[in-house]
T-cell receptor, first 116, second 113 residues
Framework: AQKITQTQPGMFVQEKEAVTLDCTYDTSDPSYGLFWYKQPSSGEMIFLIYQGSYDQQNATEGRYSLNFQKARKSANLVISASQLGDSAMYFCAMREPYQAGTALIFGKGTTLSVSS | DADVTQTPRNRITKTGKRIMLECSQTKGHDRMYWYRQDPGLGLRLIYYSFDVKDINKGEISDGYSVSRQAQAKFSLSLESAIPNQTALYFC????????????FGPGTRLLVL
């Protein structure tokens, strides 16, 4: 079974609008971390935001926020006021502390296209 | 200067050749990782290392080997390259304290003919 599921292969949004990218995860470990990365067309992986499983508040980093719903096992990324430079692939990832040296497990990604 | 660097950035090789991809970091992190990205599959873990003397296989280690020459250097080798190893390869590092965020190098695009 997939541990990280991103159900939206592609999303389209207009500049200045907000967009939500979905991510659900599967783990039985009570301690885990959730990450979002951005991959522009140039290929590099850019860290955006982190949410720990014990964090009470939703994480925020500038225009990025993470809508963390623990009971539903979802960790959706919200980008406010979209910009053309937000067009990229976005990956959700999970770290389980006792699996594979705490390496990240990635979803398949969502391609976001921002239009003017 | 970038904190995590990878060389080469692009490489074309032929089936059966041995090649090495190199990763260096100036972040002072003990933990280093090699991932592979294929279209539509996200990133998958090849090998990871917690320190110079600790190297472990990941999800897809067959056909690959690694060497941790120093805290700052972690190399990935394809002993005998095959076309289905054509992919984008990433090195990453993390600090075992706190959030343990992984920071990625720019990637190496490898084409095996």
């Amino acid at each position: 079974a997939q541990k990280i599921t991103q159900t939206q292969p592609g999303m389209f949004v207009q500049e200045k609008e907000a967009v939500t990218l979905d991510c659900t995860y599967d783990t039985s470990d009570p301690s885990y971390g959730l990450f979002w990365y951005k991959q522009p067309s140039s290929g590099e992986m850019i860290f955006l935001i982190y949410q720990g499983s014990y964090d009470q508040q939703n994480a925020t980093e500038g225009r990025y926020s993470l809508n963390f719903q623990k009971a539903r096992k979802s960790a959706n990324l919200v980008i406010s006021a979209s910009q053309l430079g937000d067009s990229a692939m976005y990956f959700c990832a999970m770290r389980e502390p006792y699996q594979a040296g705490t390496a990240l497990i990635f979803g398949k990604g969502t391609t976001l296209s921002v239009s003017s | 200067d970038a904190d995590v660097t990878q060389t080469p950035r692009n490489r074309i090789t032929k089936t059966g050749k041995r090649i090495m991809l190199e990763c260096s970091q100036t972040k002072g992190h003990d933990r280093m990782y090699w991932y592979r990205q294929d279209p539509g599959l996200g990133l998958r873990l090849i090998y990871y290392s917690f320190d110079v003397k600790d190297i472990n296989k990941g999800e897809i280690s067959d056909g690959y080997s690694v060497s941790r020459q120093a805290q700052a250097k972690f190399s990935l080798s394809l002993e005998s390259a095959i076309p289905n190893q054509t992919a984008l390869y990433f090195c990453a590092t993390s600090d075992p304290t706190g959030e343990e965020t992984q920071y990625f190098g720019p990637g190496t695009r490898l084409l095996v003919l």
